[in-house]
């Protein structure tokens, strides 16, 4: 393959960046090859959109003080002032957070929390103990990672083995204070179950994924208080695809001098194969698919 090719390809991969999915710009021509090394178990580039709205000072406004309540209830001229807003809030200042998968999002969220100096419970049967203490959490059972925090990510990605994970009666289990972040695949969860607790105010919730994308006009979802949608967008950033397509062409570019990638997450045998996550996609009018 000459250089004039994968320069070829360099232009198109960094132009398709801010429009495209990963697994589109890993099908670009000389990428193709690549894809096919991946179906014969060597090496697959795995492009990580990293979603930046589920930490910090945002994460601490919206699922623990509740701005967008706050502000429909501003535009309808229902609002509440002061401690008499605040009735519902709370700080994540120290306190216990669950996290239900620590791969690759939970370990990026991770940082972003830490100022909060919160109790991180972790459940993932993937880690070992002392890797779960190593990232400043403390190794815990699903039913204490639900029993226990203010808060929950569930962030596992869908395998064969967790599918419908969450069912109700763990769902039930899950404190009446509490807020549940699904920010992985809606898989996980038992979604009607879900959408049923938090109506019936058992806890607060919020979304990234559904079960079926997009989400019908007249999904029951819409109408549930308590419960923050979110069209799927976590990672669907125009600069984290753009930076996607930088990952994908340095590794590539490597990979053409018959050495090991190095941006991208390599495919593990034992591991991909389990992996039922539907991808993610973009569905505006108009957008390329």
């Known amino acids: 393959m000459t250089n004039a090719r994968f320069a070829f390809t360099r232009r198109h991969v960094l ?43 945002p994460g601490d406004t919206e699922v623990a003080r509740g701005i967008t309540q706050g502000d429909r209830l501003m535009r309808e001229g229902r609002e509440q002032y002061g401690l008499a ?29 830490m100022p909060f100096r919160p109790r991180l419970l972790i459940h993932d049967p993937w880690l070992p103990d002392n ?31 967790n599918r419908g994970l969450l069912d109700r009666a763990r769902l039930e289990t899950v404190r009446r204070d509490a807020v549940f972040l699904l920010l992985s695949r809606a898989g996980l969860a038992d979604f009607d179950a879900l959408v049923d607790l938090v109506a019936a105010g058992r806890f607060r919730a919020a979304t990234d994924v559904f079960p079926i994308e997009p989400l019908a006009a007249d999904d029951r979802v819409r109408r549930v208080e308590g419960f923050i949608l979110s069209a799927h967008r976590a990672g669907g950033l125009p600069s984290a695809l753009a930076a996607i397509g930088e990952m994908v062409v340095d590794d590539l570019a490597l990979i053409l001098r018959g050495l090991p990638p190095q941006r991208l997450q390599a495919a593990r045998p034992e591991t991909v194969a389990r992996w039922r996550n539907p991808p993610g996609r ?4 108009g957008t390329r698919l």
Do not use: H
């Open 15 to 57: 132009a398709l960046g801010a429009s495209a999915s990963a697994s589109a710009m890993l099908t670009w021509p000389a990428a193709a090859q690549i894809r096919l090394d991946v179906t014969q178990g060597n090496v697959q580039p795995v492009p990580i959109a990293i979603p930046d709205f589920v930490g910090g000072t």
């Open 85 to 113: 807003g605040n009735r519902d809030a709370f700080s994540l200042r120290e306190s216990t957070i669950g996290f239900i998968g620590c791969g690759n999002l939970g370990r990026a969220l991770i940082p972003l929390l």
């Open 131 to 161: 890797l779960v203490r190593e990232l400043g959490g403390e190794p815990a059972s699903l039913e204490t990672v639900l029993r226990e925090p203010r808060v929950i990510f569930a962030l596992a990605g869908v395998t064969e083995e």
């Open 282 to 285: 973009s569905y505006a009018p």
